[in-house]
Nanobody, 129 residues
């Protein structure tokens, strides 16, 4: 059974940084063999895509985080990362990692949650001014 476990969340002030990690286990194939992504959900809002990455190096970011967040993966450690810099209050949310059902990240609907078949339990990020 595939399991995704996030960590690294916390409380920071505006302008601060955090690095989230997502450790995967139970993969039948190599960790980087499918598209992986980070999503977030703020109270009262829908879950939204933050960033995705696949084995070809294709990376997508939402406009709201582009230039501030960096997604990366370490296949040897089966770990997905999200480096978050210049955090703003609107970044406050529960952050989830997820595994896509296909190998390559979509260029158009990568942020559609139904594309992803496995999700972690989430890690909370709170940014205060």
């Amino acid at each position: 059974e595939v399991q995704l476990v996030e960590s690294g969340g916390g409380s920071v002030q505006t302008g601060g940084s955090l690095t989230l990690s997502c450790v995967a286990s139970g993969y039948r194939y190599t960790f980087s063999s499918v598209c992986m992504g980070w999503f977030r959900q703020a109270p009262g809002k829908e879950r939204e895509g933050v960033a995705v990455i696949d084995s070809t190096g294709t990376i997508r970011y939402s406009d709201s985080v582009k230039g501030r967040f960096t997604i990366a993966q370490d296949s040897a450690k089966s770990t997905l990362y999200l480096q978050m810099n210049s955090l703003q209050t609107e970044d406050t949310a529960m952050y989830y990692c997820a595994r896509d059902k296909v190998i390559f990240c979509s260029t158009s609907d990568w942020g559609t949650t139904s594309r992803y078949d496995y999700w972690g339990q989430g890690t909370q990020v709170t940014v205060s001014s």
